[in-house]
């Protein structure tokens, strides 16, 4: 007899225990920092320093005090907005380099939008300004419908209202152009 209400006694203890395990609300003050919203990014790094590499050789250096990452949204894209140094290597081992104060990368199309002060100074001492460009990596073209300004590496200087080049800028088609340009005799 006493075994059995000893076991009865157990099992109420138990059938209370776990009904008290179950419903009881969690600490919500604590566990709202693990909640992660649709609008929050999968992934923030900072400070970084990213190097691609093609077949074994160095093609870029990416720098920048913050990026978020989206893409694990449908449209996935990263953001920097602190901004970018990227130095582009070619296969001479001469360098570019694009800045700018805020950029979004979307993986999907490869484009890359970069905005104010947008500064890019190629390896054969050609110097582009503008507030606003895009980059897209899968054609290797580089665009904008904003005023720019480049200056070439003989001292030409054109303003204008938009361009679209390749991305080595031996091709460039300007639009309403300004510009001084030296022509030798």
Known sequence: MYKKNQNII?????AFAVTLFFSCQPNTSKTNNYIITEDAPMAEGYELN??????????AILKTPKV????????GYQEFPEGIILDIIDKEGKISVVKADYAIYYKETGLIDMRGNVDIKTADSTHLK???LYWDQSINWVFTDQSYESILSDGTVNEADGFDANQDFTIL???VNEGIMFIEE
């Open 10 to 14: 157990l099992n109420l203890v138990t």
């Open 50 to 59: 990213l190097k691609y590499t093609d077949s074994g050789r160095l093609t």
């Open 68 to 75: 978020k990452d989206y893409t694990n949204k449908s449209f």
């Open 130 to 132: 503008a507030s606003q």
């Open 173 to 175: 088609n300007s639009r």
